[in-house]
C-alpha cells in the first residue's frame, strides 16, 4: 500500500508516520519510484505497536527504538526477548538505598518470591525492574503507614499469576516470536488501564454485595 | 501531640501540615494556647491520607477536599461513602460520544456485566466512572488495532472479583466506618503499582516456564 492507504488504515497522519520513519521507529518502505514507497501489513502493525507506546505508553521516542530493537532480534531467546522489550519500558520509583526501609522491604519481596515458588524471579531478583519498583514502593507504602508483608502480598501475587497463564495462552495463537513480543509490548502498556477498571468495578459489586447499596 | 511530635511522627514538614490546615483538609486541633493547639491520632491517620492522594494519588487539592467529605459524612451508607469517595478520585479517559465505536464498546461492556453477573455495576452503569473509563479504554484499544470483546475481558475481570474479596475482607478489620473509607481510598490509589509489578513478575514467571530463560 501507499503512504495515503497506510496513514488511512492506521489513523495515523501521514505527516507523523513520515517523522516515525525519519527517526528509525518504522522501517523504509519498498521504494518502487525516487518518490513513492510500498507498505505492506507489517510496517501497519509496526505503526500500531509504535503509536501505542508513544500515545497510550508515554514512552519517549529513544526508549521506544530500544524496545522495537530488542522486538526485532531474532538472537535472543523468548524470555528474554520479552523480558528486554518490557525491562526498557519506563519504571519509576527505583529504591532509594539511602533508606533504611529499603533492605527491609526487599527482603519482604523475596520472601515473597520464596512463598510463591516463583524460581525465576527469585533468580533474576533486583535486576528485574519490577522487583526493584515493587521494593521502592512498598517502602512508600511503609512511610505513609500503610505498610504490607509478604503474606498479606501473597494472595494478590498467586491471582494475578493465574491471570498471567491467560496472558501467556493469548500469545500462543499469535504466529511469529517477533509479533509475539510486539503483542506482549502492547497488552503490557494498554492493557493495564482495563485491569484497573475491572478492579475498582469488582470492588465496587462486591462492597454492595457486602453493605448493600444505600 | 504538637505540631513538632505530629511532623516528626507523619513525615510532613511543619510548613505542609500548616498548608493543610489552610486549605481544610486536615481539621484543626485542639487549641490549647494562644499560639499551640493539640492534635491527636486522628489527624496522624489524616495526615497519612491526604498525603498519599496528593503525593501518590496526584490528586488536586480541590479534589481531595471533596473526597474527604464523602470520607467524613456520616450521613452516607457505606457503599455509597466509599464509592463518592473513589468516584471523586481522577478518572481518565471519558467516553468520546461523537466517536460510533463509543456504543460498541459500551454494549460490550454491559454484555460483560451481563456475564459475570454483576447487577449492582450493571444498575449503575455509565452513572460509574469505571463503567465509563472500562468503555473509553476499549475504544482506544479498538483503534490501536488490539479489540477486546466481553469474552476476552471476562476472565480477567473474574480473576479481579476473588481479589476484590481480598479488598473487603482486609476492610473488616477497621473499626470505624471513617477508617473504612479512609482506608479503602489509601488502598485503591496506593495499591495499583504494587498489582502492576505483581502482574509483571507473574509474566516473567510464566514465560520463564514456558519457555526457559535463554
Chains 1, 2 share one sequence.
Not at 60 to 81: F, H, K, M, N
Not at 82 to 97: K, R, V
Not at 125 to 134: C, D, E, F, I, Q
Amino acid at each position: 500500500m501507499r503512504l495515503a492507504e497506510l496513514s488511512e488504515r492506521s489513523g495515523v497522519s501521514t505527516a507523523t508516520i513520515k517523522y516515525y520513519l525519519r527517526e528509525g521507529l518504522l522501517p523504509a518502505g519498498r521504494r518502487i519510484s525516487a518518490t513513492q514507497a510500498d507498505y505492506d501489513d507489517a510496517h501497519l502493525r509496526r505503526l500500531r505497536l509504535v503509536r501505542a507506546l508513544i500515545q497510550i505508553g508515554r514512552v519517549p521516542v529513544a526508549t521506544a527504538r530500544q524496545v522495537l530493537a530488542y522486538v526485532d532480534d531474532d538472537s535472543l531467546g523468548q524470555t528474554i526477548r520479552l523480558g528486554a522489550a518490557l525491562w526498557e519500558l519506563p519504571h519509576e520509583p527505583e529504591p532509594d538505598e539511602e533508606d533504611p526501609q529499603t533492605a527491609v522491604a526487599r527482603a519482604e519481596v523475596d520472601r515473597l518470591l520464596e512463598l510463591l515458588g516463583w524460581a525465576t524471579a527469585r533468580e533474576l531478583g533486583a535486576l528485574s525492574p519490577n522487583h526493584r519498583v515493587l521494593t521502592a514502593t512498598l517502602v512508600r507504602l511503609t512511610h505513609l503507614g500503610y505498610p504490607m508483608d509478604a503474606e498479606a502480598l501473597l494472595p494478590y501475587a498467586q491471582g494475578l499469576g493465574r491471570l498471567a497463564e491467560l496472558d501467556l495462552d493469548r500469545l500462543e495463537d499469535v504466529p511469529t516470536p517477533a509479533e509475539k513480543v510486539e503483542a506482549a509490548v502492547a497488552a503490557a502498556v494498554l492493557f493495564e488501564p482495563v485491569l484497573l477498571c475491572l478492579r475498582r468495578l469488582a470492588q465496587e459489586e462486591e462492597s454492595a454485595r457486602r453493605f448493600g447499596l444505600s
